[in-house]
């Protein structure tokens, strides 16, 4: 066999293997083939789409420039080179090169299908589908061109034609990888998810160092709730590449939101390293910090964070961003972000501006948290003393059915109980319309489970921001949010894309029937000290601050024999805030962690602390009545957002305004003062157990009767065909 026999040979050998995907040895073939026969345009084609395809760009780039130097007129170099402008994220320069090919080539259709890549990347996906459909024109059977069909459609959300065009593409080219992947991922953006594991495993049944499918493998799991099978898909594609951004950035999320915040800063890390601008990757990574207290870096980060929000970018949830203090523009510009990023408002909305006239005022709270948690602490009251005669009341629960004893209690509480957890937002949408609910209180906003995608479909003519989430959503489709004079004062409204419904007393909802247990512990049993002065805060660690923490310390040193009794809230906390401590001088044992307990023994445990010590910029919300409910002063310092106003909301409520500092100078001073004189500590202690029962804060019927009113002329101004307004509810007589 002669010299070129051979080369041909080996070259129709790298084919084959090419066909079957065994890319290694096709490459193998055509630099055999080339040793033999040299600058064959032909293999070093092929050589080329077998090096992008291993992910090689720099060498395919190389190859090409090569062939284009001996030939410029080589449309299938030109096309090659295409390919590896879109792999390296250069969408922009892809197209003007797919369109150089065919320039050349006008029917060429890989050259089409690598436009319609290009336009998909640049978010043109109509002009990708006319594309596409140009390219099935001449060539029907062209399972690459159906499968990017496939992918406009699905940007264009027409799902169910996408996933039609995939099928298409798998009926032509059964064993086909790629469009088994996009199956599985519009199968999971319709919610089929059984389905779209089936699909994405079989694309892994093919190649199974497919990091995408693996990575989407991942994300369907999540979905299924099968939590340590989705970690344990990423953690595979990670062995295969380890520098995979957007499985370190599920794997860091996935970690946060099981509260293994070590671990997930570890992920976020790397992701920063690889990719700093990776979209809310910086973000998860200071909430992570702030909840172990480790606080390495975090003024740095801090900085990054924040000029990230005001230049538009997505860097941070809305949530995390209250305890980091943010202006009230940059909670605004974060929230605008989000909600343009995630949440944007239907293009179809489900109320179309029907005006309902029901009996009752159909009025509907939507919350993830209808269980043993804060949000039904505060609320389960008010939701018993709702006005049946003039309310039809909906719970519209969407989190997870602990069948606790609160569970059974808002289960009585509620005249109709809906459990739509395992609804898509879009039929959880559509029931609420059905219904005709008038109006629509999210009680989550960003906060926990929030379902935000079932407002953004607008299924109720008013839609209110309330108790969950203290600050703006940002979203035009919420138009109201229930407040007060102390948290959202008049100067701070324009902040707020909501108009701002001001209640008379404080805008918190608060339970008169909370129970506490009638036995303390010792001392002892708690954990203290047998004697000296308890500071206390009993709110989550994620607020605590380097700075506020400064100013617990240098109290610790000036109140002799005192200790500082906080919540722990993950093993790591312990560790990290006794070492702060230490380096501030002070002896680690004097910060006391306390477990998590029964409410009711958790408010018992109160009466062991002498003062509740406030955090800022993020507030005391809920562990601020309850310490006021157990009797237990609470010392807040005045911040400028909404989330940093509440303790002093409260403290107007039940008469203490005395508590409210405007710096944390004075702050600082004040603690000092009150624990030094045990005089006046008792006087307000005398004056909270008087007022407790004699004020505003927790008369629950009072505050039901305002809110109620508001709720009255919120719907009074949409019958009338009035668009949205602030206003004040009076005070009841």
């Not at 944007?344 to 006239?357: I, M, N, V």
């Not at 505060?378 to 629960?397: S, V």
């Not at 339970?511 to 009638?518: E, N, P």
Request: negative net charge; proline residues 5%.
């Amino acid at each position: 066999m002669d010299i070129f026999a051979e080369a041909k040979q080996l070259f129709l050998a790298g084919l084959e293997c090419q066909e079957k995907g065994e890319l290694e040895k096709a490459e193998h073939c055509y630099r055999q083939a080339l040793e033999l026969a040299p600058e064959r345009p032909s293999v070093m084609n092929n050589l080329a789409a077998v090096l992008l395809r291993l992910q090689r760009y720099g060498e395919a780039r190389s190859l090409c420039e090569k062939l284009l130097a001996m030939d410029s007129k080589d449309a299938e170099a030109i096309l090659n080179s295409g390919n590896c402008q879109l792999a390296l994220k250069s969408p922009a320069e892809a197209l003007r090169t797919f369109d150089a090919a065919l320039l050349i080539k006008p029917d060429y259709v890989e050259a089409h299908i690598g436009r319609s890549s290009a336009l998909i990347e640049l978010h043109r996906p109509a002009e990708a589908l006319a594309g596409c459909d140009q390219a099935l024109a001449n060539k029907p059977d062209y399972a690459e061109a159906l499968n990017n069909r496939g992918n406009a459609l699905r940007e264009l959300e027409r799902h169910a034609e996408a996933l039609a065009s995939y099928d298409r593409a798998l009926a032509v080219k059964p064993g086909y990888a790629e469009a088994l992947y996009n199956r599985g991922s519009i199968l999971r953006n319709l919610e089929r998810h059984d389905e779209a594991l089936a699909s994405l495993d079989r694309a892994l049944a093919i190649r199974p160092g497919y990091v995408e499918a693996l990575n989407n493998r991942g994300i369907v799991l999540w979905d299924l709730k099968r939590r340590d099978e989705a970690l344990a898909s990423l953690d595979r594609a990670l062995a295969i590449e380890p520098d995979y951004a957007e499985a370190l950035y599920n794997r860091g999320n996935w970690l946060m939101m099981l509260e293994h915040y070590a671990d997930a800063i570890d992920s976020l890390d790397r992701l920063l390293g690889i990719d700093p601008e990776w979209d809310y990757a910086l973000g998860h990574l200071v909430h992570c910090k702030m909840h172990i207290c480790a606080w390495h870096d975090l003024a740095q980060d801090l900085v990054r964070l924040r000029a990230r929000v005001q230049a538009g970018k997505r860097a941070i949830t809305p949530f995390p961003m209250l305890a980091t203090y943010a202006t009230p523009a940059e909670q605004l510009q974060c929230a605008r972000t989000w909600v343009a990023d995630k949440h944007p408002a239907a293009s179809s909305p489900l109320w179309r501006g029907e005006r309902y006239r029901h009996e009752r005022v159909r009025l509907a709270y939507v919350s993830a948290d209808l269980r043993e948690h804060a949000t039904s602490y505060l609320g389960a009251g008010l939701f018993e003393l709702h006005d049946k005669n003039r309310f039809e009341l909906y719970a519209i629960a969407t989190g997870a059915n602990d069948r606790s004893p609160m569970r059974e209690r808002l289960e009585r509480a509620f005249e109709h109980f809906m459990d739509v957890s395992d609804k898509p937002d879009r039929e959880a949408a559509a029931l609420l319309r059905e219904l005709e609910i008038d109006i629509l209180v999210d009680l989550n906003g960003y906060f926990g489970g929030a379902r935000t995608g079932i407002f953004a479909l607008r299924p109720a003519p008013v839609q209110v921001n309330y108790l969950g989430f203290p600050g703006t959503m940002g979203a035009e489709y919420i138009d109201y949010i229930i407040a007060d004079r102390h948290v959202i004062p008049a100067d701070q409204q324009q902040y707020f894309t909501e108009k701002v419904v001001c209640l008379p007393d404080a805008y918190q909802a608060n339970d008169s029937r909370r129970k506490i247990s009638a036995q303390t512990p010792t001392r002892l049993e708690a954990g203290l000290p047998e004697a000296g002065f308890v500071f206390c805060c009993f709110n989550n660690n994620h607020k605590i601050t380097p700075e506020m923490f400064d100013v617990w310390m240098r109290l610790l040193k000036n109140v002799k024999e005192s200790v500082l009794w906080l919540i722990q809230g993950n093993a790591a906390v312990p560790v990290n805030l006794r070492r702060e401590a230490e380096a501030r001088g002070v002896a680690p044992d004097r910060i006391v962690f306390a477990p998590r307990v029964d409410l009711a023994d958790h408010l018992a445990r109160h009466r062991l602390a002498d003062l509740f010590l406030d955090t800022l910029p993020h507030n005391a919300h809920t562990t601020a009545s309850d310490a006021l409910w157990a009797g237990l002063p609470v010392l807040t310092c005045l911040g400028p957002t909404f989330a940093g106003r509440v303790a002093a909301s409260l403290l107007n409520a039940v008469g203490l305004p005395e508590l409210i500092t405007q710096t944390r100078e004075d702050y600082e001073a004040l603690a000092l003062k009150l624990a030094a004189d045990g005089k006046l500590l008792g006087e307000i202690k005398t004056k909270l157990a008087i007022n407790r029962t004699t004020h505003p804060l927790f008369n629950t019927d009072r505050f039901r009767r305002h809110i109620e009113s508001a709720y009255v002329t919120m719907l009074e101004r949409y019958q009338r065909g009035e668009p949205p307004a602030s206003f004040a509810v009076p005070a009841a007589g």
